[in-house]
């Protein structure tokens, strides 16, 4: 029998599977696709040239001592990597580079140039004199590395921040697109990449703006007549940092230009990052081709800090404050306050608010007081754990039944109900969604909310369901 490149990299991904964490396997592992086997030389395909550069700088090792099983000592490892042309070229092209592995020669060999960058390409639209004018760049120095605690939840996103930091415009990470929830420290992170560039690179241009800005800068210049000056003004940035880019939702005109001034800065080896409340694919009213440029480079999700870490955001809040706070207390409040880390801190400021103004001592019951009002006072936001409890004990089944791979219909419209008011109630994205709710993927999510919206408009009874739990779960 003939080995097949897809036969010996399933026998390399058995090795590395029983070697690496469950959910590193399938974010890192799962996606690559073998293409052809040529001697003991294995192609594989990986979705973008970030892909390549975190493979080979965390699973080097284990690739080599799975295919020098295979293939034995004279293995090789050959990188395809398929990606859209910056100039408009729709049509995808290959890059080979071969692995980094000790038996391989150390230069590599490009094929096709990734950058696509012109030595010789200079900005033709130059305002005279504009290179002297001073760009204040809008950022917080308070929102720096050092106070955006790593954990679980935000750890691929802040080492490619720093990752970008060190390198503007030089990485993969072009555009860096970070989402997620509200309070969960987006802005915080963008500022902070900023805050580190002008610090390492005194001479780079760094802006930061809001999308809403942007979009009201872009109105006014259209009504001035003098929509060129503002697209060279942006032209000349080395760093633009977006926040809230999701507001371009359904603004053709500003959605065109920023889209011209994105490609003048990419292809000129600029740095663009932008932060959005959710995912590329879960963006509505959004062109097609800016939402493809988008995903060029890296998004990285922040999501709801864990135990550890929110216990670690509160210390540190309170170190950097000078407040001294019982150990118990910092636990209740980290197990009580969940949604974000907005919310987190704001509790700590009031419960040292409250002792401070009323000369009372710091014990558990007074925190309890403030949480509870804290909690209350605070619009909530719903928890897909929470949603699939009122779903569940609506419907009178468990939380596993309802997550469960059965076809039963009134188990799976259950299912999609939950799928429906998460996409409704959270800012999670529909692969957060569906990987949360029976380890579905996201078209799974995206067809379970068109089968709701058609049925509420067909189905009687199925209208009251919605109508129910709408209720329970606004209340």
């Known amino acids: 029998m003939s080995i097949t490149a897809q036969t010996v990299w399933n026998n390399c991904l058995k090795f590395i599977?029983?070697?690496?964490?469950?959910?590193?396997?399938?974010?890192?592992?799962?996606?690559?696709?073998?293409?052809?086997?040529?001697?003991?030389?294995?192609?594989?395909?990986?979705?973008?040239?970030f892909f390549y550069e975190w493979l080979e700088e965390h699973y080097v090792k284990l690739l080599k001592v799975s295919l020098t099983k295979e293939l034995g000592e004279k293995a090789k490892l050959v990188y395809v990597i398929?990606?859209?042309?910056?100039?408009?070229?729709?049509?995808?092209?290959?890059?080979?580079?071969?692995?980094?592995?000790?038996?391989?020669?150390?230069?590599?060999?490009?094929?096709?140039?990734?950058?696509?960058?012109?030595?010789?390409?200079?900005?033709?639209?130059?305002?005279?004199?504009?290179r002297n004018v001073k760009i204040e760049s809008q950022l917080n120095p308070n929102y720096s590395f050092?106070?955006?605690?790593?954990?679980?939840?935000?750890?691929?996103?802040?080492?490619?921040?720093?990752?970008?930091?060190?390198?503007?415009?030089?990485?993969?990470?072009?555009?860096?697109?970070?989402?997620?929830?509200?309070?969960?420290?987006?802005?915080?992170?963008?500022?902070?990449?900023?805050?580190?560039?002008?610090?390492?690179?005194?001479?780079k241009t760094v802006l930061y703006i809001s999308a809403e800005k942007f979009t009201q800068q872009y109105?006014?210049?259209?009504?001035?007549?003098?929509?060129?000056?503002?697209?060279?003004?942006y032209q000349i940035i080395d760093v633009l940092i977006i926040d809230d880019v999701q507001f371009l939702s359904g603004k053709t005109g500003t959605q065109d230009v920023f889209f011209h001034i994105f490609n003048h800065l990419h292809q000129n080896g600029k740095q663009v990052i932008l932060t959005s409340d959710k995912a590329p694919v879960d963006m509505q009213d959004i062109e097609q081709r800016l939402l493809s440029r988008f995903k060029w480079g890296l998004s990285a999700e922040l999501q709801t800090p864990d135990f550890e870490t929110r216990v670690s955001i509160l210390k540190n809040k309170l170190y950097?404050?000078?407040?001294?706070?019982?150990?118990e207390i910092i636990d209740y409040v980290a197990k009580n306050i969940k949604t974000n880390v907005r919310e987190l801190e704001g509790a700590i400021i009031s419960l040292i608010a409250q002792s401070s103004f009323n000369k009372k001592e710091i014990t558990i019951d007074l925190a309890r007081v403030i949480v509870e009002k804290f909690v209350k006072n605070t619009k909530r936001e719903v928890s897909i754990d929470y949603?699939?409890?009122?779903?569940?004990?609506?419907?009178?089944?468990?939380?596993?039944?309802?997550?469960?791979?059965?076809?039963?219909?009134?188990?799976?419209?259950?299912?999609?109900?939950?799928?429906?008011?998460?996409?409704?109630?959270?800012?999670a994205s529909l692969a957060s969604i569906g990987s949360q709710i029976g380890k579905r993927d996201h078209a799974?999510?995206?067809?379970?909310?068109?089968?709701?919206?058609?049925?509420?408009?067909?189905?009687?009874?199925?209208?009251?369901?919605?109508?129910?739990?709408?209720?329970?779960l606004s209340v």
């Open 146 to 203: 050092e106070n955006f605690l790593e954990g679980d939840s935000n750890r691929l996103a802040r080492s490619a921040g720093l990752a970008v930091a060190s390198k503007p415009g030089g990485t993969s990470f072009n555009p860096l697109l970070i989402f997620g929830g509200v309070g969960l420290g987006k802005t915080h992170l963008a500022h902070a990449i900023g805050v580190d560039i002008k610090d390492k690179y005194p001479e």
């Open 17 to 49: 599977k029983d070697n690496i964490q469950p959910q590193a396997y399938k974010t890192w592992f799962e996606p690559i696709t073998a293409v052809k086997l040529t001697d003991n030389a294995l192609s594989i395909q990986v979705p973008s040239k």
């Open 320 to 327: 950097r404050d000078g407040v001294e706070m019982p150990e």
């Open 82 to 130: 398929k990606m859209e042309n910056t100039y408009g070229n729709k049509q995808p092209f290959t890059e080979k580079i071969p692995s980094s592995n000790r038996s391989a020669v150390k230069s590599q060999e490009v094929d096709i140039p990734l950058n696509n960058k012109n030595p010789e390409l200079r900005n033709p639209f130059v305002i005279p004199g504009i």
């Open 387 to 427: 949603i699939q409890k009122v779903v569940s004990d609506y419907f009178q089944m468990d939380v596993d039944t309802l997550q469960s791979k059965t076809r039963k219909r009134h188990i799976v419209q259950a299912r999609q109900l939950a799928m429906f008011f998460a996409k409704k109630f959270t800012k």
């Open 219 to 233: 109105i006014d210049s259209v009504k001035k007549n003098n929509r060129n000056d503002f697209i060279h003004f």
């Open 444 to 472: 799974t999510v995206l067809h379970a909310c068109k089968t709701v919206d058609n049925l509420t408009s067909t189905d009687k009874q199925f209208r009251k369901y919605v109508e129910d739990i709408t209720k329970k």
